[in-house]
């Protein structure tokens, strides 16, 4: 692109212009992600070759990084991760060892766990034009991700999640990051994956609590987005909890979709704005985790956000009453906590309003519901309305 010059003076050179990148985000669903069918590669293989399609030949490295709950769960998952890779032909990349990392929120508390996956790339000689597949829930995969958008300024990464919310949320992202000094992800970069693997087969081994945590993400999307999937929510929410898999599957994928068609088509993918409506509930979530020492799960910790959020709209009169009192009875016919004693501590709770404010950066705005499927950018509530609404999620 030719940048022409400006020139006020003799002395004065300013040179404008814009950068403009396209990344191509790659999300697949599938069942049996390392399984070969009649003769045609598995759907990691053919992942992977289409995510290096353009790199004539060259043939890198992958770097598999497991969850260690995943690891214990599912023995067999890393040798049938390399001989996927082995049957999908010679252009696959040389699967390296795998190195097993802790699981939860640990893995992006703990400096360590970065730290031993970027030691595990440099050893591995792992080049640019070579892959990180990350395999494990939301948190294992923000702090490998860092890890790969961080090393050589970026390796590719393939995300494989394995956890309920990670496939119906955090691996549609293009959020990368780890924690510092008990604030939430205040490291971090923004790095399209180049190829998101999700397995339904994969949750299977999950134990409950963590299964139903993530369908709070299909709670908060629906009601910011989509009317239809709140009730299909409400309609399947006893099966979803016996761990029905058809009624399970297509909360997951409806999910998925409003969130990475957000991504592509919201129009600020990278958050140089000063709101994220994705985010209803998570400000008091995010706070709520560090309170509680993690003891919480993140979904289990948004779950009690969009209660307080609702009651919060309700309150402001920008959501009706009855609407409100539906979010949290959605979210308690999941199986989902709305309260949490944490609340009470409302001065150290109201501090998470100004974190998210410094993460978001300016004026931050919340996204509040006004009414099911639909929500706006709101201004933070003050802290006796925060207050108000506590007292009357403790009665509700």
Same mark, same amino acid.
Do not use: K, Y
């Given at each position: 692109m030719r940048i022409p010059p400006t020139?006020?003076?003799?002395?004065?050179?300013?040179?404008?212009?814009?950068?403009?990148?396209?990344?191509?985000?790659?999300?697949?669903?599938?069942?049996?992600?390392?399984? !070969?069918v009649d003769g045609r590669p598995s759907p990691l293989a053919a992942a992977i070759a289409e995510a290096t399609a353009d790199d004539g030949g060259f043939r890198g490295r992958l770097l598999p990084v497991l969850d260690s709950n995943l690891a214990?769960?599912?023995?067999?998952?890393?040798? !049938?991760?390399?001989?996927?890779?082995?049957?999908?032909?010679?252009?696959?990349?040389?699967?390296l060892p795998a190195l097993v990392v802790p699981g939860g929120e640990r893995a992006k508390n703990d400096p360590a766990v970065l730290e031993a996956i970027l030691d595990a790339l440099d050893?591995?000689?792992?080049?640019?034009?070579s892959i990180l597949l990350a395999a494990g829930g939301g948190a294992v995969l923000d702090v490998a991700g860092f890890a790969s958008a961080t090393f050589h300024r970026g390796v590719r990464l393939v995300r494989l999640p394995t956890t309920t919310l990670a496939q119906d949320d955090a691996a549609m992202g293009v959020k990368n990051g780890v924690n510092r000094g008990g604030k939430k992800n205040l490291l971090g970069a923004f790095a399209v994956p180049s190829?998101?693997?999700?397995d339904l087969e994969l949750l299977r081994t999950l134990p409950d609590r963590e299964f139903l945590a993530g369908f709070s993400e299909a709670v908060k999307i629906a009601v910011i987005r989509d009317a239809a999937l709140l009730d299909r929510i409400e309609r399947d929410a006893a099966a979803i909890r016996a761990r029905d898999e058809a009624a399970a599957?297509?909360?997951?994928?409806?999910?998925?979709e409003l969130h990475l068609r957000h991504i592509l088509e919201g129009g600020d993918p990278f958050e140089t704005g000063t709101a994220r409506p994705l985010d209803f509930g998570h400000w008091s979530a995010h706070r709520l985790e560090s309170m509680?020492?993690?003891?919480?799960?993140?979904?289990?910790?948004?779950?009690?956000?969009?209660?307080?959020?609702?009651?919060?709209?309700?309150?402001?009169?920008?959501?009706?009453?009855?609407?409100a009192r539906r979010i949290i009875l959605a979210l308690r016919a999941l199986g989902l906590p709305t309260w949490l004693d944490a609340l009470r501590e409302v001065t150290d709770?109201?501090?998470?309003?100004?974190?998210?404010?410094?993460?978001?950066?300016?004026?931050?705005?919340?996204?509040?519901?006004?009414?099911?499927?639909?929500?706006?950018?709101?201004?933070?509530?003050?802290?006796?309305?925060?207050?108000r609404a506590i007292d009357e999620l403790a009665r509700s």
């Open positions: 020139i006020a003076s003799a002395n004065d050179l300013r040179l404008d212009g814009t950068v403009r990148v396209s990344f191509a985000h790659r999300v697949r669903f599938v069942r049996g992600a390392m399984r !070969s214990r769960a599912q023995p067999a998952l890393e040798p !049938s991760i390399a001989d996927a890779l082995r049957a999908g032909g010679a252009a696959m990349p040389e699967v050893r591995g000689r792992v080049c640019r034009r190829a998101v693997l999700c599957e297509w909360v997951i994928r409806r999910c998925a509680t020492g993690h003891r919480v799960l993140h979904g289990e910790a948004v779950a009690v956000g969009i209660a307080l959020d609702a009651t919060i709209a309700a309150l402001e009169s920008r959501l009706d009453r009855a609407s709770l109201l501090a998470g309003l100004e974190e998210f404010r410094e993460h978001l950066g300016g004026a931050a705005s919340l996204a509040m519901p006004t009414r099911i499927g639909a929500s706006t950018d709101a201004p933070p509530p003050s802290a006796e309305l925060v207050r």
